[in-house]
């Protein structure tokens, strides 16, 4: 009868509607959503963490997770210089390992040339791996002085301080700095080549004219080495 047929089509549609407690799939992520995590990711300085993004884009931390699988796969082809890894907790935008040396020879076309000692560069590489590293640690070491090396990497903009040890006298500990990772083109200390790599790297990124006879006074002196009078904080990068 059409009365009935009317009031099954009624029931039917009133089972179809969710209650106040049904649980709803969320929707899959769509391209504004994919963009907004995509400009976050490419802003953050430090790698981001689903739950910072999450936050950031009022969304769900599964629908965030699958939004950025779909963005890692999007930049995966051989067509994109850059891509998106899942480093320290977090997700952050790399120069791809095949254009590195464009990377290195690009950066370094738009800075004044760096000359640095092989007692320079051998005590930088200390820090680099090291760090954060007091004086003494890296004395220990090489096995010289180094308190002359430090103040000339101070000057150089290669390091910087990172506060003091809880340790006898609280030395001062220092990292590398942002420049330092510009000037060997590299995107974090986590892209550091194995120590032994380490001057092939110095010598591309310097080239050999970079590379100078020591400079005098440089391993002289013992102690501390002078802080910067206007100590570059936050422009470091120790390990992630």
């Known amino acids: ?38 400009a976050i990711v490419y802003a953050a300085e430090d790698p981001v963490t689903v739950a910072q993004i999450a936050s950031a884009v009022h969304g769900e931390k599964e629908a965030v997770r699958r939004a950025l699988k779909e963005l890692v796969a999007s930049y995966a082809g051989d067509d994109r210089g850059i891509e998106i890894r899942e480093v320290a907790g977090g997700f952050k935008f790399y120069t791809k390992p095949q254009h590195h040396d464009a990377v290195r020879r690009f950066i370094k076309s738009l800075q004044p040339p760096l000359r640095l ?41 290669m390091i910087t301080t990172a506060g003091r040890k809880e340790a006898l006298g609280r030395p001062i ?27 092939a790297l110095a010598r591309a990124a310097l080239g050999e004219d970079g590379i100078v006879p020591e400079e005098p006074g440089e391993e002289a002196g013992s102690g501390e080495a002078a802080e910067p009078a206007e100590p570059m904080i936050g422009d470091g990068v120790g390990p992630e």
């Not at 029931?11 to 995590?37: H, K, L, M, N």
């Open 117 to 157: 000692s092989m007692p320079a560069l051998e005590t930088l590489s200390v820090i680099a791996y090291k760090q954060p590293v007091t004086l003494p640690e890296i004395q220990e070491i090489r096995g010289v002085q180094a308190a002359g090396v430090i103040k000339t990497l101070l000057e150089r903009g």
């Open 1 to 38: 009868m059409p009365e009935e047929s009317a009031l099954e089509s009624s029931a039917g549609a009133q089972e179809s509607i969710p209650g106040p407690d049904a649980t709803v799939a969320p929707a899959g992520p769509g391209p504004e959503f994919r963009a907004a995590i995509e």
């Open 173 to 199: 500990l220092y990292r590398t700095t942002k420049e330092f990772l510009m000037r060997f083109g590299l995107g974090s200390v986590d892209d550091l080549p194995s120590l032994k790599e380490f001057e």
